[in-house]
């Protein structure tokens, strides 16, 4: 069955320093794949979309990269900053299909 | 502009009651899609509307839910003789087409509780 994996485990790092949050999928074939921002008592905030074709993407401090041979995006936020602390969520989806699949998240801790 | 409004955003219930959930998405989004969120786990998708094509229940988990999308914008959720195990916050986005590469617009969420 298909399956998404992020590390259920928070990510705990210091401020200044680059985060990197994986997202590793199995028997699924993505077209797109997007990543989420969800604080605590919100709804999920998009932050980035890449696409099968595309190696990397990046938007201001932060970049993703999709890798369909290894199965697995890496999300990298760089200068990382308390404010950025939350739950990171990757989401596939595959071409001709209106729905995403989203992973469990990983929660993202930056301290001063 | 306005984003997707939800309400409630609380609703505590008891086991068999019904419970109506309500979703105003973003004007001129064609896509509207409702998840489920429980406590330590992923967004579970639950239905999909697409304008005035019938809708993606394929996520619903039991016939005890069910969904309308009226006038291709406000939607309900409505679930029938709550269980314990529907306890969770309900979420509900939007999208200006429903494919994959449009990114969804959240709701807030409705935490149901079921006692």
């Known amino acids: 069955s298909q399956k998404i994996e992020q590390n259920s485990e928070a990510l705990n790092i210091q401020e200044g320093k680059t985060a990197t949050l994986t997202c590793n999928y199995t028997?699924?074939?993505?077209?797109?794949l997007q990543w989420y921002r969800q604080d605590p008592g919100r709804g999920p905030v998009f932050l980035l979309l890449?696409?099968?074709?595309?190696k990397e993407k990046r938007k201001e401090r932060l970049k993703v990269t999709f890798d369909t041979t290894l199965k697995q995006s890496l999300f990298h936020i760089t200068a990382s900053q308390p404010a950025d602390s939350a739950t990171y969520l990757c989401?596939?989806?595959?071409?001709?299909?209106?729905?995403?699949?989203f992973g469990k998240g990983t929660m993202l801790l930056v301290s001063p | 502009g306005a984003g997707v409004s939800q309400s409630p955003s609380n609703k505590v219930t008891e086991k068999g009651k019904d419970v109506e959930l309500r979703c105003d998405p973003i004007?001129?989004?064609?896509?509207l899609y409702w998840y489920r969120q429980s406590l330590g786990q992923g967004l579970e998708f639950l239905i999909y509307?697409?304008?005035?094509?019938?809708?993606?229940k394929s996520g619903l988990p039991s016939d005890r839910f069910s969904a309308e999308r009226t006038g291709g914008s406000v939607s309900t959720l409505t679930i029938q003789r709550t269980q314990q195990e529907d306890s969770a916050v309900y979420l509900c986005?939007?999208?200006?087409?429903?494919?994959?590469?449009?990114?969804?617009?959240f709701g807030p969420g409705t935490r149901l509780t079921v006692t």
């Open positions: 890449i696409r099968e074709n595309e």
């Open positions: 028997n699924y074939s993505p077209a797109y």
């Open positions: 989401a596939l989806g595959r071409k001709g299909y209106s729905t995403l699949t």
């Open positions: 004007s001129g989004h064609t896509a």
């Open positions: 509307f697409q304008g005035n094509s019938a809708p993606d």
């Open positions: 986005a939007s999208s200006l087409y429903g494919q994959g590469d449009y990114e969804q617009y």
